[in-house]
């Protein structure tokens, strides 16, 4: 059926292309990136830049680095204020949104303004607004506010500002929050990437050849950014799961109910067979678990009458829960990353005396089919009439919009009964297993290539039948030395052909992976404590991913297995060599079997077992020498389990200082179940004078291939000559910032005070911590240095 559009009405392309530059001209001048800062289109993952490219200030990385949670409790008592937290957040977001074009409207003015109403009211009465007093907050492109958009993608909704903000707003806003930015989605919300006429594609900021899922990817790829401590996304398929799992970030899919709908925008106004919900995003479990409770303790259904008025109800867990593991859903095979996280959640949850049983999945394909019925039921008339007030097209991600049939008022009402049906019989078969959760792939890939994506089966039958669901980051990460095909894959079907087919491990490497675990209908505090209770058992290390560890190592194959397990890590600088102290085992003799292959004549060694693994003299290549960056020199390179957790841990560097040749060494691993958590209670002492050199010992970058530098950051480092001083305790990659900084005005000798680097906190997972900096940035080590036989001594504080 062709579209037609009254002659006077603007075409969608001259409607998108105004607002498109309304936006650009939104954001302030002194948040608009320099060009000379910019990376180049080329560069894959930006996560990293706010902290490397020395634009931000101490403080705003700061603030930008804490979680949700952590900052309300700081702007409950009065220790932060709303008014600096809200314009850190404001410039984070507006530097996102210039790296991924993740934002569709912007109101800094009115969050600034509400800030300093919230800090006002704070020194009045001593007393907080609410729960969120002061905490920005990012919100979807489909909540209304008064005064801006929810164009949910279609051409025809621009320029129809909201006259009320929507009840979630309220809500928000009554306890306290500061709405600042929403962001974009696809076209009628209905795609599973963000793409869409109007303001384009939203790329995945960890790798901007990927998608960051849909349709609430303009959340996930902000809140990656930390350009929001927490946002609000809706789900009707899958789009809170979906991009969370794209970008490797933590959401809850709420039962219909528990959560205010009311005066929010939909892309299909009247389907309600399949509800859509909200939810948070955010990048730990426990702001997602903060979020949660603070909207139902607000008692939401106050403020939408479709809210069940039922209170936060605190977890009783049994000690052993019993899970059902679904390995796939018999139509798409989980890709190898995806399948690896998931057989080792479930050794790990066996071994930690969890009941597992296997899942059948013969009732997902029914679930599948009754939600493809269910969203085109009306022939695809509310998005066709939308799109045909502009003259918009059909996006070819939409075809099964456009071609479908319309259900007449009887067929619907049997497709109803279908459904309720369905629903019945799932629960029926879930109470006679007597199981508590399932758990299963989020969506079959860690993401994929823009345009590509396919599949929402693993997520949208769990609309179908309303049931509580998270996808959480498991600590794992794409590896394109284990995860590439294996010969004998037999696909399910040609959708899993398809998936299979396309997927690229070499463009994926490194990305997290992540898992959902399902609980029933009205069970958000159980899905949410089962969840934590997951990851707290996957490892020690597993539920640090969520409390933010501290992480440095290089981007190779020598510490993939760092990478992958993500050890606390300091590289102290200050002796002869470096300290890279990593491991806690839960058992004194597990640590990494590493197996080093040395090229030529290498005189180093690695020391299995538990007690170090030494380099004497090591030298990482960039993969691509034709870039003319230099390599990495690390001379004594030695890692250390920390075995006394509660005693002093001194390193003596005299023990692996040698005069070898430089040589390439390769080291490969398999997972490696058991590796205790990172102590995050040590930090450097101050050392001794006698303990400092000021010889020749020099901070040296390595650049990997796929990234290119800056230009002042080479002669940043070119123009160091002793000793650098980086300590950075509260941001975590803004070492890399502050030295840059230092170096661009002029203050080179305070860049040499000290012999330490320390990166502590980076929020969220430890790999993209260290892809982010050691990609993007450096690794920061000693390549000589006249004196040896030294200590950096590690206390707790």
Known sequence: MSLSVDATTPRWEEIGARKREALSASIPEEWRIPADLLPPESQDDVTAWPETSGWFTEEELAITAQTASDLARQLVAGQLKSEDVTRAFCKRAAAAHQLTNCLSETCFDR????????????????????????????LKDNFHLRGLDATVGFASHVGDAAEDDAALAKLLEDAGAVFYVKTNVPTAMMIAETVNNVFGRTLNPRNRKTTSGGSSGGESALIVMKGSPVGVGSDIGGSLRIP?????????????????VRNCRSGMPGQEAVASVNGPMARTLADVEFYSKTVIDSQPWLYDAKCVPLAWRAAQLPQKLKIAVMWHDGMVRPTPPVARALRDTVAKLKAAGHEIIEWDPSDQKEGAILLGRMFVADGGKAIRHELGRTGEPFRPEMQAYEEATELGTWEMWKLHAERTEYQNRYLDRWNQAGIDAILCPTIPFPTVKATTFKHVAYTGVFNVLDYSAVSFATGHHVDKNMDRLDSTYEPLSDTCKAVNDEFDVDLLDGLPVSLQLVARRLEEEKVLAMSQRVLDTLSELAAALNQAPTVIGPDSEVTFWARQLGPCTDIGNGVEGGTLEAWRPVQTKVLPEVSAKCHESHTGSFENGSSSIKVPRLQLLPKDSQQGHEPAAISGYQAVPARHRDQEIQYDHDSFVSDASAETIHANHADRPGLGAPDRSFEHSKQSESGRSKGNTVAVAWISADWRCPPHLPLAFKRLSGWVNLVSPASPLAVIGRLNRRLRSGRTSEARETATLILARESNQVPSALVGLLKHSVLLAVARGPSVGQQCTRVRK
């Open 111 to 138: 969050a600034l303004a509400t800030a300093r109403a919230r800090d006002e009211h704070f020194a009045r009465t001593g007393k907080p607004v609410g729960a969120l007093h002061g905490l920005p907050i990012s």
């Open 244 to 260: 969370a799992a794209c970008t490797g970030i933590f959401t809850i899919r709420p039962s219909f109910g528990r959560f205010p």
